[in-house]
């Protein structure tokens, strides 16, 4: 028996003390609870983010999109390209500068975001109730530095 059978078989599993690891699996975790409620409007967990973030900042340049997702440019922009080919968001060039492409929430990715957001809000809520009060505070305060 090779050691992965024998990990398996008596359910030891050595985790990661890597912190990329845990917050992989932390994420993955989420994401998929996540992608249980914004399937009903056939998004991904990512699409949902980048919707989110497209009706909390209307005519937002993708650029800034991809910056506070923390993604890498072209893969903001396949979200956005799905989100333009549900008619969930729309493109317009920037009047003060035509070389720059803001997204716009269109009516129907306004109505889609706000039958979701408490939904997800709810699953947040569930997710961050497995942690203790105190461990809940100190996540929220890491994360609010992290990302200011």
């Known amino acids: 028996m ?8 008596s359910g030891n599993v050595v985790r990661s003390p890597l912190v990329g690891g845990a917050l992989e699996a932390v994420s993955r975790s989420l994401s998929r609870r996540i992608h249980n409620v914004v399937d009903r409007e056939k998004l991904t967990p990512d699409q949902w983010y980048v919707l989110d973030i497209i009706v909390r900042n209307d005519g937002i340049a993708m650029t800034e999109i991809a910056r506070s997702l923390g993604s890498p ?10 989100l333009v080919t549900t008619a969930l968001a729309f493109r317009l060039p920037d009047h003060a500068d035509r070389r720059k492409v803001l997204v716009h ?5 306004g109505s889609a975001h706000s039958r979701l957001l408490p939904l997800v ?3 947040e809520d569930e997710f961050m109730d497995e942690l203790a009060i105190p461990d809940r505070q100190v996540l929220r305060t890491v994360l609010e530095t992290w990302f200011a």
């Open 2 to 9: 090779i050691e992965s059978e024998a990990v398996a078989e």
């Open 73 to 82: 440019a072209p893969t903001t922009t396949k979200h956005v390209d799905r």
């Open 105 to 109: 929430a269109s009516k129907r990715g």
């Open 121 to 123: 809000q709810q699953v």
